[in-house]
């Protein structure tokens, strides 16, 4: 019995001195990095090439879309479904989920019947779907494509088309948005081919149909391929934060639509051509410039050639031009509403009218305004609108045919969203004594893992550490440190100020892709006239975002195709993506220079004055770095002590 009691006392006389010692060990405090924001943030963009819609016509199926694309993102996670002004869907209810991005060839509305053939089995219409952030790094999904199919009249006498196809991809850190700039968020692509709509015939054996009021196989340019692609990305605002810009690029083919004939005209129809790509831009930055709305043709093709006319098949070849556009006519026009007043009353038809607000209604307002402000920008437009009057195709009462449909509503706080470099910064000790030495650490980025898949380099890497007053005991005699020196990862010396209250490291070589942080190391003193309370310790980083590729990004084939890298410039965009003048990241990828990125961390300690743990450091509200393991750790020795004390109670 006395041998047990001894060895109960000297075990917990040990975990006493172990507890002891803990306590005095140089446990660090640490400032972290702002994480991705969780609410105030969001943005949808959607493309559509043909969207038709049939008010009591004969198929079950009312609603569908040919060649579509449309992504999504929201920082507090997809908690409700989006559905756009045209019953699309743009994005399921997904709440642990932050981006989705779905592209397809073909797909019926919301809450209609799921197609069927004509022996009553269901017919899938494959649609390439993305979404994340993943469980794991790189966090994202894709690019994921559907095959490709024909629709072979499936959806009779709806729409059908040919050889289509989708591709999408999403991307979400869901730690940081820095890792995010230079890729898109969401991508997402739908091609067809031989596009029709509203049949008032048959379905030949080739699964065409025999009478489409609509339809691309049009004579005049041999151009039959519709496509769709819509993505999203980051904008960087070039002071640590960033906005969003959503881009919808359309290429519609020739577009014929079928008027009853007549003896004087038996080739009877107008025809429809629009001209290159069509995109709708829009970009938010939370600030005062910087926010606008661009919907225009291609702006690279001759401003006085034509971008979208109309014509009268019914007429002799000289006068089947009843109206046209030239893209110096698009930049600020209304349209050719009234150069189509004459058409048949059965046929209401817009045509390259301007973009206008968002409408909940069946035929929308072209006299509303779109929304451009710092912190929303939301808008809906159509190339042409066609509403087609009872009488004009059989069975049909009435029908509403979107050719071109885009959409987008971005949303962003105000001042924009902290999108700096990840970096960390550590003190060796949470507290300090009078006279004490002692070192901070900094780190650019934080982890290689804390900034993938950022696509750049970061070149001409500057740090600047700066000390001062967090909080005061006695306001007239603060706490005091002074920097002592500083080095860098390469021996680069820091150069420390005057006042001895900051240090800068001018230049410290670049960081690539998946290589470690830069680190830098800088040893500090207490004052001897210190008084007692908390030191703030902010250090500030400032790069170049250089040598940036697509390969070094896990969308590195988004990011191509975005770009027209991949398809040899054909279906590339023809806007900014990775531009200058704020409106991307890497301007580089395409030719552009460097841009500035910047990072901050806040680090509140150590404290100076009698030795206690602090408090959790790092920015409030924004992200905290714990001294929670530290504290269990102490919580579990004092409780097996009390356990040991306990146990050799009883067994005395």
């Known amino acids: 019995m006395t041998k047990q009691i001894s060895r109960a006392r000297r075990f917990q006389a040990a975990l006493v001195g172990g507890l002891l010692i803990a306590g005095a060990f140089t446990i660090p405090a640490y400032g972290v990095a702002t994480p991705a924001p969780t609410s105030g943030f969001s943005a949808y963009v959607n493309g559509t090439t043909v969207h038709a819609h049939a008010v009591q016509a004969p198929p079950k199926i009312a609603d569908a879309d040919i060649a579509f694309s449309s992504t999504a993102f929201n920082g507090g996670g997809l908690k409700t479904a989006i559905v756009n002004e045209v019953n699309e869907l743009v994005a399921p209810a997904i709440p642990n989920r932050n981006a989705y991005a779905r592209g397809g060839g073909v797909e ?57 196809q989708g591709i999408a991809a999403a991307l979400w850190n869901p730690n940081y948005l820095f890792p995010m700039l230079g890729n898109p968020i969401g991508y997402a692509y739908g091609t067809a081919a031989d596009v029709e709509a509203l049949n008032v015939g048959e379905v030949d054996e080739g699964g065409d149909f025999t009478a489409p009021l609509l339809d691309t196989e049009a004579p005049g340019p041999e151009r039959n391929v519709s496509s769709s ?65 661009t919907y225009t043709p291609d702006p690279n093709q001759d401003p006085a050639s034509f971008v979208l006319r109309v014509l009268d098949l019914s007429l002799p070849l000289p006068d089947q031009v009843l109206g046209q556009l030239a893209l110096q006519d698009i930049l600020g026009d209304t349209g050719l509403a009234e150069q189509l007043d004459p058409l048949d009353p059965l046929l209401d038809i817009a045509v390259g009218a301007d973009p206008r607000a968002i409408s909940s209604e069946p035929i929308p307002d072209d006299t509303s305004s779109p929304t451009v402000t710092p912190t929303r920008v939301s808008a809906a437009a159509d190339v042409v609108r066609l509403k087609i009057g009872a009488g004009l195709a059989d069975g049909f009462e009435a029908a509403d045919v979107r050719v ?63 000390l001062s007053v967090e909080e005061a005991t006695n306001p007239s005699n603060p706490p005091k440190m002074n920097l002592v020196s500083g080095t860098g990862p390469k021996g680069e010396v820091g150069k420390v100020s005057a006042d001895k209250q900051s240090i800068v490291f001018a230049n410290l070589g670049s960081w690539k892709p998946g290589s470690n942080p830069i680190v830098v190391t800088i040893k500090a003193v207490v004052a001897d006239n210190s008084g007692q309370g908390i030191v703030k ?11 940036c590729k697509a390969s070094n990004s896990v969308l590195g084939a988004v990011i191509n195709r975005i770009t027209g890298t991949l398809t040899g410039n054909v279906g ?63 919580l579990g020795l004092a409780m097996i002590a009390l356990m040991a004390r306990r146990i050799g109670t009883a067994r005395r």
Not at 150 to 159: F, M, S
Not at 249 to 269: E, F, K, N, R, V
Not at 576 to 589: E, Q, V
């Open 108 to 164: 019926v509305g919301v809450g209609q019947p799921v197609p069927t053939d004509a022996e009553g089995r269901p017919i899938e219409l494959p649609v390439a779907i993305a979404q994340a952030a993943t469980d794991k790094a790189p966090f994202a999904d894709g690019p994921n494509t559907t095959t490709i199919v024909p629709l072979d009249g499936a959806l009779n006498p709806l729409v059908n088309a040919q050889a289509l």
């Open 229 to 293: 692609q819509s993505y999203t990305y980051l904008v960087n605002n070039g002071d640590g934060t960033c906005g969003i810009a959503t881009e919808s690029h359309i290429s519609i083919a020739p577009i014929q639509i079928a008027l009853p004939p007549s003896a004087d005209a038996p080739q009877t129809g107008l025809l429809i051509e629009v001209a290159g790509d069509w995109v709708m831009k829009a970009v938010a930055t939370g600030k005062a410039t910087g926010n606008k709305l």
């Open 404 to 466: 071109g449909h885009f959409e987008t509503d971005i949303r962003v706080p105000q001042g924009g969203v902290n999108c700096e470099i990840p970096i960390a910064k550590t003190s060796s000790v949470p507290v300090a004594t009078t006279g004490e030495q002692f070192t901070f650490q900094v780190k650019v980025p934080a982890t290689a893992a804390s900034v993938i898949p950022f696509p750049c380099d970061l070149t001409n890497v500057k740090i600047t550490d700066v």
């Open 537 to 547: 310790d902010e250090a500030t980083a400032v790069a170049t975002a250089a040598n």
């Open 572 to 634: 590339g965009t023809t806007g900014d993506f990775f531009g200058p003048n704020g409106t991307g990241l890497t301007g580089n990828i395409r030719g552009g220079g460097p841009v500035a990125v910047t990072g901050d961390n806040v680090l509140r300690g150590p404290r100076i004055g009698p030795t206690r743990v602090l408090p959790a450091t790092g920015l409030p509200a924004t992200g905290v770095a714990s001294h929670l393991p530290m504290a269990l750790g102490l």
